[in-house]
């Protein structure tokens, strides 16, 4: 059986069709991917941690007596001037009345020690009964020894004699010098309490301003009865003020001293500039909100913006900070989300022409966003973001972007 040459063709056309149809049915979509074109630039590496202002130095005034404070002379905010501004008020206590049994001791005592004073009294009187008779005979003696009448060695006795009369006598004196502080030392526990002396401001101490500042807070704003040591207030400079920031202890040895800071969400308009200053030298565990135990430690920083610009910044504030650990100005970089890894290298995807490549890379530092790449791409090179299980090298692809236009 021959065919006509039209009906070749159509056949031969319908077997090239059905053959286009198969190729087409049977080869893979492009996978759809976002792409990230490398540049240079500068990376920083930061650790984020919360922090709280405080005051530099903080002084608390205590109550140097016990006594009473009376009410306060200066509020909280109210300014203070180093050895000018009286902050505080203190009056000495009050002598408690005696008891029955404690009165009669008292009165015993007073009587012991007048019978001590009278007692030295006689003793003075006597020695000095004895010093006059002892100056008598030398001066006897003296006479008698220029007319050639007794010795020197007599003479000498008594002069000897007039020396320790003169000694008994000062000794009677001092006793008597004794027993009179230790009556007045008695007759002072049977005073009555002078209400009008105690309420004399002369009788009081005045404590003064130990530093220029404000008042931060005041124990009680009424008269109290207090102790020795007794805090009575709190006073600081709000312009000089640092942030104690709450580090994890594996963050913190990342960390230098000088090494600079970000201060955000303070409730400026704008970020706050700090400095690390000092770092704790030892850590303490704590637990965590999820439970975990920590080792946590203070990292003390310094704020170098100037006091004009934080003016509502005040001691005791929420912050957060952004603490520099690594900063290098010119680096090319990858994003985290185009790394993965293959036998334990980094590899990323690199795209050219709509086809996929695998592509081993060695990094370097990185944050949460990028990476420092060392070596396996270059600058202009487009990288595939979030690659997927269907991406293979050599594989077809199109960028989702394209798809959506």
Aim: aromatic letters at 4%; glycine letters at 6%.
């Amino acid at each position: 059986m021959s065919f006509k040459p039209r009906t070749i063709g159509l056949l031969g056309l319908g077997a090239a069709l059905m053959l286009g149809l198969g190729y087409v049915a049977f080869q893979d979509d492009p996978v759809p991917v976002d792409l990230h074109v490398l540049t240079r630039g500068p990376l920083e590496v930061t650790i984020n941690a919360d922090g709280v202002t405080r005051i530099k130095e903080i002084y608390d005034v205590a109550s140097p007596i016990t006594g009473t404070a009376l009410r306060s002379p200066v509020e909280v905010g109210d300014p203070a001037t180093a050895g000018e501004t009286v902050i505080a008020v203190v009056r000495p206590a009050t002598p408690a009345l005696l008891d029955s049994r404690s009165l009669l001791q008292a009165q015993a005592t007073v009587q012991e020690a007048e019978a001590a004073l009278h007692v030295a009294e006689t003793d003075l009187a006597r020695a000095t009964e004895e010093r006059t008779l002892a100056r008598s005979q030398f001066e006897r003696t003296q006479t008698l020894v220029e007319r050639d009448v007794a010795s020197l060695t007599q003479l000498e006795d008594a002069i000897q004699r007039l020396a320790v009369a003169q000694s008994t006598v000062e000794a009677a004196e001092a006793r008597i010098d004794m027993a009179q502080s230790t009556l007045n030392r008695a007759e002072t526990m049977l005073q009555v309490p002078d209400a009008q002396a105690q309420a004399d401001a002369s009788c009081c101490v005045q404590i003064m301003a130990p530093a220029d500042g404000v008042i931060l807070s005041v124990a009680e704003i009424s008269e109290r009865p207090v102790v020795t040591g007794a805090p009575l207030l709190r006073l600081g400079d709000p312009s000089e003020l640092e942030i104690v920031a709450d580090l994890l202890s594996s963050d913190a040895v990342r960390l230098e001293i000088g090494a600079p800071a970000v201060v955000e969400r303070w409730g400026g308009p704008q970020a706050l500039r700090a400095e690390l200053t000092r770092i704790a030298p030892s850590a303490a565990t704590k637990v965590s909100a999820l439970g975990i135990e920590e080792q946590r430690l203070d990292a003390i920083f310094d704020i170098t913006t100037p006091a004009a610009d934080r003016t509502a910044l005040g001691d005791g504030f929420a912050v957060f900070l952004r603490i520099t650990e690594w900063h290098k100005d010119d680096v090319l970089q990858v994003p985290l989300s185009a790394l993965f890894k293959t036998d334990g290298t980094w590899a990323v995807f690199t795209a050219e022409n709509g086809i996929a490549t695998e592509q081993a890379i060695r990094i370097g530092r990185h944050n949460t966003q990028f990476a420092e790449v060392l070596d396996g791409l270059a600058a202009g090179m487009a990288v595939v973001t979030h690659p997927n299980d269907q991406l293979i090298s050599g594989g077809e692809i199109v960028e989702r972007s394209a798809l959506a236009n």
